[in-house]
């Protein structure tokens, strides 16, 4: 997952179409109807009958949410979202977004959302507190660096032994480079804006963030830094799925309309008009 500071771009073009009507199903079909692979959940199964209650971060980051206003529809995961409502049979005017933070979202316990989308990666270890859809994105990790500095240069991996690389705690970046396997001792940090504050700080010679993170930063909000390379994908994949609460009555619908949308091809269109150009020519790490 990753969090960054909101920026002011023109990386991306205009909000994607959101999403194909499911096909089979009535045109007056209720709110919440669900898809036919999932089953149709009930209005009680729902935060807020008749509604779809969707979270995003307490402050949403591009490339996923624009500008910080997830009811846009622009961004990734702000379009995902939209598109799996509309799977779901709910109107764009029908979907309500609340926030949390990332570490509250995926404790076990009550929620305030019906899905929360925040680049989580699909481990069993959160699986044993929240369930996840079917994902909707694997992501690759990278390495950002500031020019000049000691990472400057790096080619392969085991120029990596040289330099100090901060990562942010629990993540697929740290869970990554403790999977490489040859002494990585990374500097841990509470969230990504803290772990690329200690790289402009000095602190730390590289930043691991997912490879589209790690490409708008580099583009947009941190000086004179660019991507060392892409790490080898090992150890947690980084695949992404919604955030559901624990054994949630929504959770096989959800994952249904998420199966959907990539069969139709609706996640590979979004990828494209979000995230496309964000990670072509960065250099594979070996």
């Known amino acids: 997952m990753s969090r960054r500071p909101v920026l002011r771009t023109a990386l991306v073009a205009s909000a994607a179409a959101l999403a194909l009507l499911l096909g089979g199903c009535a045109?007056?079909?209720?709110?919440?109807?669900?898809?036919?692979?999932?089953?149709?959940?009930?209005?009680?199964?729902?935060?807020?009958?008749?509604?779809?209650t969707v979270a995003?971060?307490?402050?949403?980051y591009e490339p996923y949410v624009y500008d910080d206003k997830p009811e846009s529809g622009e961004g990734f995961e702000s379009a995902v979202a939209y598109a799996v409502a509309d799977k779901l049979g709910f109107a764009k005017d029908d979907v309500e977004w609340v926030r949390t933070s990332f570490d509250a979202a995926i404790a076990p316990g009550p929620k305030s959302f019906d899905v929360n989308l925040?680049?989580?990666?699909?481990?069993?270890?959160?699986?044993?507190?929240?369930?996840?859809?079917?994902?909707?994105?694997?992501a690759s990790q990278s390495i950002i660096a500031l020019k000049g500095g000691k990472a400057d240069g790096v080619k392969?991996?085991?120029?990596?032994?040289?330099?100090?690389?901060?990562?942010?705690a629990n993540s697929t970046s740290a869970l990554t480079l403790d999977a490489l396997d040859f002494g990585l001792?990374?500097?841990?940090?509470?969230?990504?804006?803290?772990?690329?504050?200690?790289l402009g700080a000095g602190q730390v010679?590289?930043?691991?963030?997912?490879?589209?993170?790690?490409?708008?930063?580099?583009?947009?909000?941190?000086?004179?830094?660019?991507?060392?390379?892409?790490?080898p994908?090992?150890?947690?994949?980084?695949?992404?799925?919604?955030?559901?609460?624990?054994?949630?009555p929504l959770t096989p619908a959800v994952s249904a309309a998420v199966?959907?949308?990539?069969?139709d091809g609706t996640l590979a269109k979004l990828e494209k008009e979000w995230l496309s150009g964000l990670t072509a020519g960065v250099t594979k790490l070996q």
Request: aromatic share 8%.
């Open 27 to 52: 045109s007056n079909a209720a709110p919440g109807a669900g898809s036919s692979a999932g089953g149709t959940p009930s209005a009680d199964d729902y935060v807020t009958p008749g509604k779809f």
């Open 56 to 60: 995003t971060g307490e402050t949403a």
């Open 118 to 138: 925040q680049q989580y990666t699909i481990t069993d270890d959160r699986k044993k507190g929240v369930d996840f859809s079917s994902p909707y994105y694997s």
């Open 156 to 168: 392969d991996l085991a120029g990596l032994k040289d330099i100090t690389i901060g990562a942010m």
């Open 185 to 198: 001792t990374p500097k841990l940090y509470n969230s990504n804006e803290d772990a690329t504050a200690a």
């Open 205 to 231: 010679d590289a930043v691991v963030l997912d490879t589209p993170t790690a490409y708008v930063a580099v583009s947009a909000y941190i000086k004179d830094s660019f991507i060392v390379g892409e790490l």
């Open 233 to 248: 994908k090992v150890g947690v994949e980084d695949q992404w799925g919604l955030l559901l609460a624990k054994d949630s």
């Open 259 to 263: 199966d959907e949308l990539r069969e």
